[in-house]
Nanobody, 124 residues
Framework: VQLQASGGGLVQAGRSLRLSCKAS????????IGWFRQAPGKEREGVSC?????????YYLASVKGRFTISRDRTKNTVYLQMNSLKPEDTAVYYC?????????????????WGQGTQVTVSS
């Protein structure tokens, strides 16, 4: 079981990035999939998550609603986080994770497998 996150980088405020999380060794079907982030000196927070069984059920952190979109490509066994209108406060290491949950929850304790993280830095 492996999750490989990628797509981070350094961008100016207002620009976009798309993060990818490719799963290997298992199918994302029937898992809850989440994106989390952790900025220096701050606690990890749930950014967005979705249940693979019901694509309509999604969670977004209030500060990213309307700017970020989580999606999944079944054929590539990959989850994406499209991040638009990035702000300096979005700077963090972003992690993808999967877990078993009956809801799209931002509770990190509900996630079992984690990717290695990808750095996103937004300059002002």
């Amino acid at each position: 079981v492996q999750l490989q996150a990628s797509g981070g980088g350094l961008v100016q405020a207002g620009r976009s990035l798309r993060l990818s999380c490719k799963a290997s060794g298992f199918s994302l079907d029937f898992w809850t999939i989440g994106w989390f982030r952790q900025a220096p000196g701050k606690e990890r927070e749930g950014v967005s998550c979705m249940r693979s069984t019901t694509d309509s059920e999604r969670y977004y952190l209030a500060s990213v609603k309307g700017r970020f979109t989580i999606s999944r490509d079944r054929t590539k066994n990959t989850v994406y986080l499209q991040m638009n209108s990035l702000k300096p406060e979005d700077t963090a290491v972003y992690y993808c994770a999967v877990g078993r949950s009956s809801a799209a929850t931002p509770n990190a304790e509900r996630y079992r497998y984690w990717g290695q993280g990808t750095q996103v830095t937004v300059s002002s």
